[in-house]
């Protein structure tokens, strides 16, 4: 029961949140496909392949993260009783760990096509070396926007079996998403990482932060706006892209860089963000 504990808490598991964020986009790109592909028992499968897939690939991100900062968690006051900050469990046990997730992941992987597999191949680039980040540059948020949303790619491809450039146009409106909530995110941990010395857009622009992640999130909504306006004569995606407009106003209106708890809590208002935003998307297919 105690390594179950442990093993929970190494791959944040009981935090569904992150796993979430990686899986909306996902669903995004299928919903996007599904519009024009109109096979619904594909479009059902592979929702639940992405989701499953994404909540492997994410837990064993976070294992990697935490071997890698582990020397790093221990002088940040949120993180500094993670497993491996707190010897709770040894780095070759959590390698073991991330083994087994990325053969899971893996497995399902291939049930996709040929390029899908390749993507995901090169997924792993990224996932694996974004810890990495924010020792050498101030913009580690902005390489979490181009890992997170490659599922975005991903699953269009699963479907269309190409590449078109409409797809990275989506892909772009997302990195600015991510680029937005996890500068909120990183504001909860300011003071700590400038003691340590690592670098975030929380820390470059903390006297301007609010405008920041407005900049971010106008540059997100106003890309996908004038992207859905061009690809449909209906308007019934108005209403959950509105939906998902509120929350972005609702996360910049609550957060205040002084109080950790309420960066925490914008930042989670992303699911619904996601959740809304996959509405959007199935609109296409009314």
Do not use: H
């Not at 994410?58 to 002088?75: F, Q, T």
Request: charged letters at 15%.
């Amino acid at each position: 029961m105690k390594d179950f504990k442990i093993f929970i808490n190494l791959t944040r598991l009981n935090r569904p949140i992150g796993y979430l964020l990686l899986f909306w986009p996902c669903s995004w790109g299928l919903a996007y496909a599904y519009s024009l592909d109109k096979n619904q028992d594909t479009f059902l499968y592979y929702i639940v392949l992405f989701f499953f897939g994404a909540v492997l690939m994410r837990s064993a991100g976070c294992i990697v993260n935490d071997i890698i900062d582990k020397e790093l968690d221990k002088k940040v006051k949120r993180t500094k009783n993670r497993p491996l900050a707190a010897n709770l469990i040894s780095v070759k046990k959590a390698l073991f760990y991330v083994i087994g997730l990325c053969g899971l992941a893996f497995l399902i992987l291939i049930q996709f096509n040929f390029i899908t597999i390749l993507l995901g191949l090169a997924s792993m680039t990224f996932a694996f070396s974004y810890p990495f980040m924010k020792r050498i540059t101030y913009w580690p948020q902005l390489f979490l926007g181009l890992t997170f949303n490659w599922g975005i790619i991903m699953a269009w491809v699963s479907i269309s079996n190409n590449l078109t450039l409409e797809i990275f146009v989506i892909y772009l409106s997302a990195i600015f998403w991510t680029l937005g909530y996890d500068t909120i995110y990183g504001a909860q941990d300011i003071v700590d990482d400038e003691i340590i010395g690592v670098k975030s857009t929380s820390i470059k622009f903390k006297s301007m932060l609010k405008k920041f992640v407005i900049i971010c999130y106008s540059l997100n909504f106003t890309i996908l706006l004038f992207f859905f306006l061009n690809k449909t004569d209906t308007l019934y995606f108005l209403v959950p892209l509105f939906a998902f407009l509120l929350t972005l106003i609702y996360q910049i209106f609550i957060f205040k860089k002084e109080k950790p708890k309420t960066c925490l809590q914008a930042f989670k208002i992303n699911n619904f963000s996601g959740f809304y935003l996959f509405l959007s998307f199935l609109t296409f297919s009314l």
